[in-house]
């Protein structure tokens, strides 16, 4: 039976730490990558669900800045098949109207993988559904401290003063300055942290963590994950009694 969930009440960006590949393979016998690879069919199903739901943005947390101290075998096998899936997908991206974005450190990528990848953002630019974010490369320290040297570089230059610094002037420095902070926060495999990603936007967030591992979590637990969500009260440090007048 289908999770019910209400139009009225759907997050407009969710965010999702994918975490568990490894773990898939190594249930099931296999080596590492086969976990990725199945990981891949599930970012394919997960998209096509929230675009199809309406979300406004996915953004889904690819490959930290720390995944670059992973064995080079793995590294090169992900680079690979990162490449391998943007040009798969590209078509899909088009059929359901999904523009693909990325927030990270683009230029740590191998030159193949970041000009497909730059590639399929120009072709589906037009796009006007659902915003897929791949955060790629990326840790949230990384873009704290990018954020910190812009700022700190507009007041050298006379460009802002300190007292006009606020946290709107912090968010406009951040990677995500165009996108709403996310609703929502989904992390599988049961892990129960943020691992250094989106600590600024994720302020406000409401978190859902689930034991599903990535490659097992279905278009019915993601939907799980949303009607769970839309049966929280979202307070933003205001009482219920404020929310109701």
């Avoid at 040009?87 to 927030?103: G, W």
């Amino acid at each position: 039976m289908s999770i019910e969930i209400s139009k009225e009440r759907m997050p407009r960006h969710v965010a999702i730490i994918m975490d568990g590949n490894g773990r898939w393979a190594k249930q099931h016998g296999l080596v590492r990558m086969f976990g990725h690879k199945k990981g891949v069919e599930t970012v394919h199903n997960i998209t096509e669900e929230a675009a199809r739901l309406g979300i406004e943005y996915l953004t889904l947390y690819t490959f930290s800045t720390e995944n670059w101290n992973r064995p080079k075998e793995e590294v090169d096998a992900l680079m690979s098949l990162l490449v391998d899936t943007i040009v798969k997908e590209t078509d899909t991206l088009m059929k359901n109207n999904v523009r693909l974005l990325t927030i990270g450190d683009l230029e740590r990528l191998p030159k193949e993988a970041r000009r497909k990848f730059e590639g399929c953002m120009e072709e589906t630019a037009g796009n006007t559904g659902l915003r897929l974010v791949i955060a790629l490369s990326y840790s949230a320290r990384w873009e704290i401290v990018n954020a910190v040297k812009q700022i700190a570089s507009a007041v050298k230059a006379g460009t802002l003063r300190v007292e006009e610094l606020d946290e709107q002037k912090v968010s406009e420095a951040m990677t995500t300055a165009d996108m709403p902070d996310p609703d929502l926060l989904i992390r599988t495999s049961g892990e129960l942290r943020i691992s250094n990603f989106l600590l600024w936007q994720l302020a406000y967030s409401e978190l859902y963590f689930t034991p599903c591992l990535w490659p097992d979590f279905t278009v019915e637990e993601f939907r799980r994950a949303i009607a769970d969500y839309q049966h929280r009260e979202r307070r933003f440090g205001k009482t219920s009694e404020q929310l109701k007048n």
